[in-house]
């Protein structure tokens, strides 16, 4: 098990940025998968950025070459350095661990924080 802890949303206008952290109550490097999703009112919850316990990272169409994804391993911690904001990034970020037991896959969720963009 794993309990994630996110913070860093916040209000901005287009164009600005934001930077999200997700703590984690255990190493990273033992977790398969680590990512940010998002949902937006109305819609499902879906997919911005994963980074694998490999380093390996892939993103959204819709947000590549504008957000990041990293981790700092001595802080069991995973960023999504989130620049040049629209209005269509706006939603509830949600951070994501993905564990393998067994050849089972189990998903961890924080609590969500809120990103706003409007001018």
């Known amino acids: 098990q794993v309990q994630l802890v996110e913070s860093g949303g916040g209000s901005v206008q287009p164009g600005g940025s934001l930077r999200l952290s997700c703590a984690a109550s255990?190493?990273?490097?033992?977790?398969?998968?680590m990512g940010w999703y998002r949902q937006a009112p109305g819609k499902q919850r879906e997919l911005v950025a994963g980074?694998?316990?490999?380093?390996?990272?892939n993103y959204a169409d819709s947000v590549n070459g504008r957000f990041t994804i990293y981790r700092d391993n001595a802080k069991n911690t995973v960023y999504l350095q989130m620049n040049s904001l629209k209005t269509e990034d706006t939603a509830v970020y949600f951070c994501n661990a993905r564990i393998e037991v067994t050849l089972q896959y189990y998903d961890y969720w924080g609590q969500g924080t809120q990103v706003t963009v409007s001018s």
């Open positions: 980074i694998t316990s490999g380093g390996e990272r």
């Open positions: 255990r190493s990273i490097l033992s977790i398969n998968v």
